[in-house]
T-cell receptor
């Protein structure tokens, strides 16, 4: 069975702090993709990143970085120097051989001024 | 860049009424999806649609729900007799090919049933 676990339900930080959102997944598929989406208070789903199972290189995009480790089945997301605009719910998701999107429960991030 | 669009952005309806949520997928996409997100909860799969028929549906997608592609561009989700618990954000998604992993999401329709 496939599963995505985001153990952190809510995180609260002060602006300019670094914050890491954890994502642990389970799958028996050898080929799969992992995703992160941001859902701001307005409700839309904003695609952040896609990573395939064969590419374990970490990625950095501005203040965002992702650490993919197959050995621990984790795909963690770090925001450096957080800003109030980063306040949102962040979802991790997995898509395997059946191409279905399996979602985590989300982590609600509050960045306080 | 092409994107999935959804209308309306917010729909308020009374319990027992029928609602139709509309989506325009990306034009060369062939696979279409509806998801639901009850406030504060995770995104849940409702149904997938290909070649003018449902390819998969979840247990949430009961007889009250139906989907249709009435023309070459729209993809609709109909709820026949809305219940209070149908209040949620409904997301449409599409992708070009069966073997692709990534789906492209619309901005969602917030449905409020009173």
């Amino acid at each position: 069975a496939q599963k995505v676990t985001q153990a952190q339900t809510e995180i609260s930080v002060v602006e300019k702090e670094d914050v890491t959102l954890d994502c642990v997944y389970e799958t028996r598929d050898t080929t799969y993709y992992l995703f992160w989406y941001k859902q701001p208070p307005s409700g839309e789903l904003v695609f952040l990143i896609r990573r395939n199972s064969f590419d374990e290189q970490n990625e950095i995009s501005g203040r965002y970085s992702w650490n993919f480790q197959k050995s621990t089945s984790s795909f963690n997301f770090t925001i450096t120097a957080s800003q109030v605009v980063d306040s949102a719910v962040y979802f991790c998701a997995l898509s395997g051989n059946n191409r279905k999107l399996i979602w985590g429960l989300g982590t609600s991030l509050a960045v306080n001024p | 860049e092409p994107e999935v669009t959804q209308t309306p952005s917010h729909q308020v309806t009374q319990m027992g009424q029928e609602v139709i949520l509309r989506c325009v997928p990306i034009s060369n996409h062939l696979y279409f999806y509806w998801y639901r997100q009850i406030l504060g909860q995770k995104v849940e799969f409702l149904v997938s649609f290909y070649n003018n028929e449902i390819s998969e549906k979840s247990e949430i997608f009961d007889d009250q729900f139906s989907v249709e592609r009435p023309d070459g561009s729209n993809f609709t989700l109909k709820i026949r007799s809305t219940k209070l618990e149908d209040s949620a954000m409904y997301f449409c998604a599409s992708k070009q090919d069966r073997d692709l992993f990534e789906q492209y999401f619309g901005p969602g329709t917030r449905l409020t049933v009173t």
